[in-house]
Nanobody, 124 residues
Framework: PVQLVESGGGSVEAGGSLRLSCVAS??????WIWFRQTPGKEREAVAH???????NILDSVKGRFTISRDNAKKILYLQMNNLKSDDTGMYYC????????????????????WGQGTQVTVSS
């Protein structure tokens, strides 16, 4: 099975930036997604790259978050700029087929592979 390992989380002040990385144990040919779970809210997909190469970003983070991938290195990135306290939470990468996995704002219940998560804390 595919293994996913996230890194890059940490503590920053509001307005700061972080770049999260998700390293895969093998090349990912299926949709690859970043999720987050913020306090008091359900897990939600914030950005994904589909197997077609299409990229979509959740409206609430659009303009601040950017998703990209390095196929050769088998890494998925999430660049997060102008971070806000509401961005505080655990961030996960996942991979799997179908909208029940990759749909933005969805919980990813149908995703096949998950990382362990990386914590992002934004202080105001």
């Amino acid at each position: 099975p595919v293994q996913l390992v996230e890194s890059g989380g940490g503590s920053v002040e509001a307005g700061g930036s972080l770049r999260l990385s998700c390293v895969a144990s093998e090349r990912i040919y299926m949709p690859w997604i970043w999720f987050r779970q913020t306090p008091g809210k359900e897990r939600e997909a914030v950005a994904h790259i589909l197997n077609t190469g299409d990229i979509n970003i959740l409206d609430s983070v659009k303009g601040r978050f950017t998703i990209s991938r390095d196929n050769a290195k088998k890494i998925l990135y999430l660049q997060m700029n102008n971070l806000k306290s509401d961005d505080t939470g655990m961030y996960y990468c996942a991979a799997g087929w179908g909208p029940d996995c990759y749909a933005l704002s969805g919980s990813g219940r149908a995703c096949t592979y998950w990382g362990q998560g990386t914590q992002v804390t934004v202080s105001s």
